[in-house]
């Protein structure tokens, strides 16, 4: 992005003093510098300075590069990689083709994060808040036929590896082990009564023990019944509204809550007398279970503000330890343990420990419902609708079939000197790249770029062997080398880097017997964020301390006094609030040396 701050120099001076001590020990230590340089920000920046990304990334990189050097870090540039380059990326265009003949890559149409600004598709992992991680807009839903990696396939193994990753923190395994959500629970059959026919509906969940709480069933909007209803003009309405809230868990539990009636009820498997609405809502996710969930007001809080929303019973079945049996949830969910109530032959069963199982084994033996593993992660969608990343070695024919780019030709090299002003993926619109013949067929090349989170799934492989142009990396140097010893990054990479690391690790190994390993890095350390006030001028925009003075009662623009400035909490430095401060000033002033050794001494590593 053009320069360091002075984070940079806090996270590399940690891995710099690391790396002296062990070689003073007598080590082998391999210290590399690699260039994660495709994506959408460059984009940005080379549109916004008219310039072509290459050109724009390759001088940046020159520059941050004479800025590292000025640190006198213990850096092996003979091994220096950037991810834009060919050389690099031939060889991750060889591991989709593999991994695609192995069906850990498959596309399908799907229903996924559309960023309106960057106009690009997000990852789950990319969306925070509800808005795109790099642009801050407001995620909406939108169907493309899209490239996925089949993390999922993995996910048990994912998890249970946590528990071997000893020089890990803990914080950064609970935040994974949450991400990959293993759920123990329930598939039950729901009977469903009335016009349009349909026999039953299938669920699952974690809580079958308070089926007696049930008092309404609610689907997604792309449940397999929502075909039924899609000529009404209300429930197409409904479905517009829905597209507006994204596809993540996390921006689907902070939106308003919305329903759609239907004329159908559903049949509580427990007691066949309790029939209960069907309705759509917005909250139910189609890739999680079966896209439906059983609402059970008072015992989850998104039920029960679902419940209160449109006057649906509330029905309490579990009570804290100690109260009587008439306690009542009426304020809000109860969500913690105690003894069941209101639910017949199940009362006075402990919850969830005991209630739980004993719930699967009666709907097991009733034939109405099976114990089931469960997990939140979802397979990793990697398309993007950008020039500037890796493309995608795909061919379509005429009628849409697709085979893959042919080993001679690869890379697949993005074309030169393309005109970013246009709107959506400009390489659409470069008929002579577009356009491909072999063996007299006519093909389409695939205009999607993979996610930049894909370049950085594999480098420290690739450190390993950077000069070998035939393979991406030689069996004897990661057998050497591998797996990294001590991993310095901050926290903002506890789930979408470290997992896809992770998870590219066995889709490698995957069907193939000479590849012995399963986690990238054996340690890791997350050092805090380093931190400075904001500034926003009158116009609201971001704007840099070296434009900022103060006459010590008032914040101004140096430049123009009239502009005061507004003065925002310390935050993490990043160059798009602009609250960076350049390291080569303070090395003018006062030396590498001091530099370093401020940046270490003024804090604890681990703290911001």
């Known amino acids: 992005s053009g320069k360091i701050h002075m984070g940079h120099v806090r996270n590399y001076t940690i891995g710099d003093v690391l790396s002296r001590f062990k070689t003073l020990k007598g080590f082998n230590v391999l210290h590399p510098m690699g260039w994660d340089s495709f994506g959408m920000p460059a984009e940005n920046a080379a549109r916004q300075n008219k310039q072509d990304p290459k050109v724009w990334t390759e001088s940046n990189i020159q520059t941050m590069k004479n800025q590292l050097k000025q640190l006198g ?68 839903r939108k169907k493309l036929s899209q490239w996925f990696f089949n993390i999922s396939k993995f996910a048990d193994d994912l998890q249970e590896e946590l528990n071997n990753l000893d020089a890990w923190p803990k914080k950064v395994k609970i935040m994974q082990q949450n991400w990959i959500g293993k759920s123990f629970g329930c598939e039950i059959d729901f009977e469903i009564i009335g016009e349009p026919k349909v026999n039953t509906v299938k669920c699952f969940t974690t809580r079958p023990d308070t089926l007696f709480g049930f008092s309404f069933l609610a689907l997604s909007v792309d449940h397999p019944l929502s075909k039924y209803f899609d000529q009404d003009p209300k429930f197409k309405a409904f479905k517009e509204k829905c597209s507006k809230t994204g596809t993540t868990e996390e921006s689907i539990a902070n939106a308003e809550k919305l329903g759609f009636k239907t004329n159908l009820k559903a049949r509580n498997p427990l007691d066949k007398n309790n029939l209960v609405p069907v309705y759509f809502a917005n909250f139910v996710l189609m890739d999680y279970g079966f896209g439906a969930v059983f609402g059970c007001p008072a015992h989850d809080q998104r039920d029960f503000d679902f419940a209160k929303k449109y006057n649906l019973e509330i029905k309490t079945v579990v009570k804290p330890y100690g109260k009587e049996d008439d306690f009542i949830a009426d304020k809000e969910a109860y969500t913690g343990p105690g003894l069941l109530i209101n639910s017949e032959f199940l009362n006075g069963l402990k919850a969830p420990e005991d209630s739980i199982t004993k719930t699967i084994k009666i709907l097991e033996e009733k034939k109405l419902g099976k114990k089931k593993i469960n997990f939140r992660l979802k397979d990793w969608g990697v398309s993007r609708q950008r020039y500037w990343g890796c493309p995608i070695p795909i061919l379509y024919d005429e009628k849409g079939s697709y085979i893959t780019v042919p080993e001679e030709q690869l890379p697949v090299k993005l074309p030169q000197n393309i005109n970013l002003s246009t709107k959506g993926n400009p390489l659409s619109n470069v008929d002579e790249w577009l356009k491909v013949k072999i063996d007299g ?31 991406p990396f030689d069996f004897e140097d990661v057998n050497y080398w591998m797996p990294v010893d001590q991993y310095i990054g901050g926290v903002e990479h506890a789930i979408l880097h470290l997992l896809y690391s992770r998870f590219f690790m066995r889709a490698i190994g995957y069907e193939n017997d000479k590849f012995k390993f399963k986690e990238p890095f054996s340690g890791l350390f997350t050092q805090g964020m380093v931190c400075h006030e904001t500034y926003k001028d009158k116009e609201n925009s971001w704007r840099s301390p070296d434009e900022v003075e103060s006459d010590g009662k008032n914040f101004f623009l140096k430049n123009d006094k009239t502009n005061l400035i507004k003065v925002g909490p310390s935050e993490s430095m990043s160059k798009s609030k602009k609250n960076t401060i350049d390291p080569e000033k303070m090395i003018n002033l006062y030396g590498a040396d001091a530099v370093r050794l401020f940046i270490l001494s003024d804090s604890p590593p681990e703290k911001d």
């Open 73 to 140: 870090l213990s850096i092996d540039w003979d091994r220096e990689i950037s991810t834009c380059s060919e050389d690099y990326y031939k060889h991750q265009q060889k591991f989709f083709i593999e991994m695609l003949k192995k069906g850990l890559v498959y596309k399908k149409e799907n229903y996924v994060n559309w960023d309106p600004v960057d106009e690009t598709v997000l990852a789950n992992e990319q969306v925070i808040d509800g808005k795109g991680w790099r642009s801050g807009a407001i995620v909406e």
């Open 441 to 471: 067929k006519n093909y389409l090349r695939e205009t999607d770029t993979l996610d930049t989170f894909v370049d950085s799934s594999w480098y420290f492989l690739r450190f390993c062997s950077p000069k070998n142009e035939k393979i």
